[in-house]
């Protein structure tokens, strides 16, 4: 079994910067690809973000280049680091992972889940 437990989100302006983090206990491994999903009210969970293999990266098109996802092995951490943030970033936020070691931008192939963490971004 896998926890995932996220923290970081708040309130902040438009332009603004979080951080976000995922803590994994348990079951965990380093192959996972670890991931950072999205969810607005009204709308589906989709793909932020994604690594795996150690360092290679993927990202959704409406957030590259703002937005890095990293991960600290020996802390079992994986990071969101949210720049120049807008209101349509607003959501809950999810860290994943997938048992798929070579990268997935698909909810259905993440096997564990955090609870969420709101990320609010006002206007």
């Known amino acids: 079994q896998v926890q995932l437990v996220e923290s970081g989100g708040g309130l902040v302006q438009t332009g603004g910067s979080l951080r976000l983090s995922c803590a994994a206990s348990g079951r965990t491994f380093t192959t996972f690809t670890m991931g950072w999903f999205r969810q607005a009210p009204g709308k589906e969970r989709e793909f932020v973000a994604a690594i795996f293999w150690a360092t290679n990266t993927y990202y959704a098109d409406s957030v590259r280049g703002r937005f890095t996802i990293s991960k600290d092995n020996a802390k079992n951490t994986v990071y969101l680091q949210m720049n120049n943030l807008k209101p349509e970033d607003t959501a809950v936020y999810y860290c994943?992972?997938?048992?798929?070691?070579?990268?997935?931008?698909?909810?259905?192939?993440?096997?564990?889940w955090g609870q969420g963490t709101q990320v609010t971004v006002s206007s």
């Open positions: 994943a992972a997938s048992r798929i070691s070579s990268g997935t931008k698909i909810v259905g192939q993440y096997d564990y």
